[in-house]
């Protein structure tokens, strides 16, 4: 193991945010993550992983754990489904492109999610009505108390609207190592009325999709709304989705007729974010170099040398002006550290 000191941490976020990791180890295997968590006086340490789904606001004073166990193969065929594993390191767009060349479903409407695929559960990724719930088979992960590898199946993951039992209950017990998914070889079950993708494929005189079709309408619509972290440093949507109660919604509604609002379970109505950002002036703002993307008020930029913590407090200023506009509590979909 080669511990490294006062590492850059720029390259490790797509927000590129440039603060130090205080020591930083690149995790390649899970023997040498198990061999970390046995060292006899181990500090405490930071699990990290794309980046993707980050804001740092102070150096980390900690050993950082870059993940970056790599490998995907299909476990099972049984010629109707697929289970593929992916380790954890392994990078979540690839997997989804890789899939889709093999002639498997399910991963379509996931395309050009930024990250990797050890984070995937925590997150309950999802895009375009298709979540990550809806393919998962099981994940590996250690936990951090015994150093054992324990399986999780979709029941025990618990998964929610952007949320699983790794945000809540099991937060910091454990790390997850590889991903398992079940994927479709034929029959393909493909979501595409949510969005512009109807749109697209017809636009692109598609009749009858396949799944790699999808998938390249949904890049070339996230291509056209959202800004490449390589280009421009952003973490993609920065809040959720508000979902409050029907009763509330109607009231809203009420006082702002424009107000969309998608039903969901339980008398329950989901809000899009970037319209109430939007409403409140927000997009295309900027302040120095911190500001909000000019094609898509949820995504929060940095233009270049913005600090998390000027970030933070454009996203706090935004939390704000929607709670005294609307009554509406947004939530940070991004980890602040």
Not at 88 to 100: I, Y
Not at 242 to 257: C, D, G, H, Q
């Amino acid at each position: 193991m080669e511990i490294q000191k006062n590492v850059s941490l720029k390259p490790y976020n797509t927000f590129g945010i440039d603060l130090p990791a205080q020591e930083f180890l690149e995790i390649e295997s899970v023997t040498t993550l198990q061999q970390v968590l046995q060292l006899a006086n181990r500090p405490e340490f930071f699990v990290l992983s794309g980046g993707s789904n980050l804001l740092l606001t102070a150096p980390l004073k900690a050993l950082v754990l870059y993940m970056n166990i790599q490998g995907k193969e299909i476990l099972k065929d049984d010629g109707q489904t697929a289970i593929v594993q992916a380790m954890a390191g392994e990078n979540w767009h690839e997997l989804v492109m890789w899939s889709l060349s093999m002639g498997l479903g399910g991963l379509e409407n996931l395309a050009l999610i930024p990250g990797k695929c050890g984070t995937t559960p925590i997150q309950n990724i999802g895009a375009y009505g298709v979540e990550l719930k809806d393919v998962f088979y099981a994940c590996e992960a250690l936990e951090i108390a015994t150093g054992r590898i324990c399986r999780f199946t979709p029941e025990e993951c618990n998964f929610g609207y952007r949320d699983s039992f790794f945000k809540r209950e099991g937060k910091g017990a454990y790390i997850i190592t590889s991903i398992a998914l079940r994927l479709s070889k034929t029959n393909h079950k493909l979501s595409t009325s949510y969005g512009a993708i109807q749109s697209e494929l017809s636009q692109r005189g598609i009749e009858s999709p396949t799944p790699m079709d999808v998938a390249e309408a949904v890049i070339a619509i996230r291509q056209s709304k959202l800004p490449d972290p390589k280009v421009l440093g952003n973490s993609g949507s920065f809040f959720k989705n508000p979902v409050i109660s029907t009763t509330e919604y109607t009231a809203l509604k009420n006082r702002f007729p424009e107000l969309p609002g998608y039903p969901q379970k339980d008398e329950m109505t989901k809000v899009p974010a970037g319209w109430l950002i939007e409403k409140c002036g927000f997009k295309g703002y900027r302040k120095g170099d911190a500001g909000v993307h000019v094609k898509q008020a949820l995504v929060l930029v940095n233009y270049g040398t913005a600090s998390g913590q000027e970030l933070l407090e454009l996203a706090q200023s935004i939390q704000d002006k929607v709670r005294n506009t609307y009554g509406i509590e947004l939530t940070p979909e991004v980890n602040i550290i």
